[in-house]
């Protein structure tokens, strides 16, 4: 993913207002995110932790969505899947983060889920420059082009039903 600007990132929103996308917290540290390393940028808003942002590069330039984190319950701890880069993590390492539809559908109140990494570092979970502890990542005979493409369709896939 190629480095993005505050104003491309802002304009990328598709299933939120524009003064919503200009109120949004942006990442404070965009210039030295390891943006080669990137499938996506994501971050959780530090101002309000049940939101988190998600932009990705299209066909028709960067899409971002918005997403709310659903609240935890607690129970008994187990480990949970990303649908995205399928790395498992303890606890709460996994949470189900929703996306208000774009359009129509998202006035009336329609949206779609899906379990990401919460801290949506799955970019680095995927090329080892992030560890989330013994058993994580499942052995694969993938090559990791070809687990970065699986990750790219998991996300393509999500951001169609956002659209």
């Known amino acids: 993913m190629g480095p993005l600007t505050e104003r491309e990132i802002r304009a990328s929103f598709v299933n939120c207002t524009k003064g919503e996308a200009k109120r949004l917290s942006l990442p404070a540290d965009l210039a030295a995110r390891p943006w080669d390393d990137l499938d996506f940028l994501g971050w959780r808003d530090p101002a309000s932790p049940q939101r988190a942002y998600l932009v990705a590069e299209s066909d028709d330039g960067p899409t971002g969505v918005a997403l709310r984190l659903a609240s935890s319950e607690a129970g008994q701890p187990r480990r949970n899947m990303c649908s995205l ?3 498992t993590h303890p606890g ?3 949470s189900l983060m929703t996306a208000r539809k774009s359009g129509r559908e998202g006035q009336l109140g329609n949206s779609v889920g899906i379990y990401i990494c919460a801290d949506l570092a799955c970019s680095l979970y995927l090329r080892g420059k992030k560890d989330a502890g ?3 990542r499942l052995r694969e005979s993938l090559t990791l082009a070809e687990k970065i493409e699986r990750t790219t369709a998991n996300l393509t896939a ?6």
């Open 158 to 163: 999500f951001l169609n039903r956002v659209s």
């Open 134 to 136: 013994p058993g994580a």
């Open 85 to 87: 880069c399928l790395t």
């Open 92 to 94: 709460d390492g996994v």
